[in-house]
């Protein structure tokens, strides 16, 4: 047995997440929309995966990720979660399904493991979310908090831009992680903040931190998957990393394919079935003949086999 099998036996969780933490050991986190991705990503090591309301942008080709519904994002938590056998798995709670009540958002929150299968749910926001977290958290569901220019303010920032550059800006940052780690969130993504502020909210707060154009010095990190394995064409942002570029090589195989289609190369033998053989003697069933007529009628005859 494989030491990538014995390994994929044991369920990553939260407590397992801040044992990884407390010991030093970086958490790998990405993104996953379906069940095939969730397969492939699980397999090579990931420890979360965030079915993340960038489904929007990459899946649904929509501008920003306002438009997901919460009925888009379970049906694809249920799709990773049959893929996934290791990974931690995080249903990332879209837009207005946690903003508008305590109560709805617990509502909401439960559905993503009810019938989403997820392990937790992540929902963006600081101090003025502290009691929506607090109030998911005590019915038992865990929470991953969401602190930076996070995407579902897009509007209200005026696009997306680096917070916590100047002081009084940072420490709005850094009040925003504290007030989500003091409600009882088990982690928070940092995103979009100057390195130096994110090595301070970790040394500050009792929760593994994960960035995303945060720097280094945070406990993890995560990755759109579509970007890190490059199957965004157009520019991706600086803080992103393409590990590889399967659009250039899905299109290479594309034009291969319609080359050989239209020429006539595939499909070949190889790719075909064959006619069915031909009933050998032995093969044919043996119907018995039908008893003699009664009253002097002639025999019936032996009727014909039939196949099928």
């Known amino acids: 047995m494989s030491k990538h099998t014995v390994a994929a036996a044991s369920r990553v969780t939260v407590p397992s997440l801040r044992a990884m933490a407390a010991r030093g050991q970086r958490i790998v986190m990405v993104t996953a929309y379906d069940a095939t991705f969730a397969r492939m990503l ?9 079915v993340g309301d ?5 899946v649904q080709g929509l501008d920003t990720t306002l438009p997901v519904t919460l009925d888009e994002m379970i049906y694809h938590a249920r799709a990773v979660s049959r893929g996934a056998r290791r990974a931690h798995l995080v249903g990332d709670m879209p837009f207005m399904s946690y903003q508008v009540s305590s109560e709805k958002a617990l509502e909401n929150a439960g559905r993503f493991l009810s019938q989403g299968n997820m392990h937790a749910v992540k929902l963006e926001g600081g101090v003025e979310m502290a009691e929506t977290i607090r109030r998911i958290v005590g019915a038992g569901i865990p929470v991953m908090g969401h602190a930076g220019p996070t995407p579902q303010s897009v509007h209200a920032m005026g696009g997306f831009k680096v917070q916590g550059k100047a002081e009084d800006d940072a420490e709005r940052v850094l009040r925003d992680a504290c007030a989500v780690a003091d409600a009882g969130a088990y982690a928070l993504v940092l995103e979009g903040i ?3 502020l994110a090595a301070r909210i970790r040394a500050q707060l009792p929760i593994p931190t994960i960035g995303i154009g945060a720097g280094p010095d945070c406990d993890g990190q995560v990755l759109v998957c579509y970007d890190m394995l490059g199957l965004t064409p157009e520019r991706v942002p600086r803080f992103v990393k393409m590990y590889e570029t399967m659009y250039e090589r899905g299109v290479a195989a594309m034009r291969s394919y319609a080359d050989e289609v239209r020429n006539g190369a595939f499909p070949t033998a190889a790719h075909s079935f064959g006619s069915a053989p031909a009933p050998t003697p032995a093969s044919v069933p043996v119907v018995a003949a039908a008893p003699a007529a009664i009253s002097g009628q002639s025999e019936a005859k032996v009727s014909e086999p039939v196949l099928g």
Not at 42 to 50: M, N, S, T, V
Not at 54 to 58: E, P
């Open 54 to 58: 960038s489904l929007g942008n990459v």
């Open 194 to 196: 100057p390195s130096a």
């Open 42 to 50: 699980d397999e090579g090591g990931a420890d979360i995966l965030l």
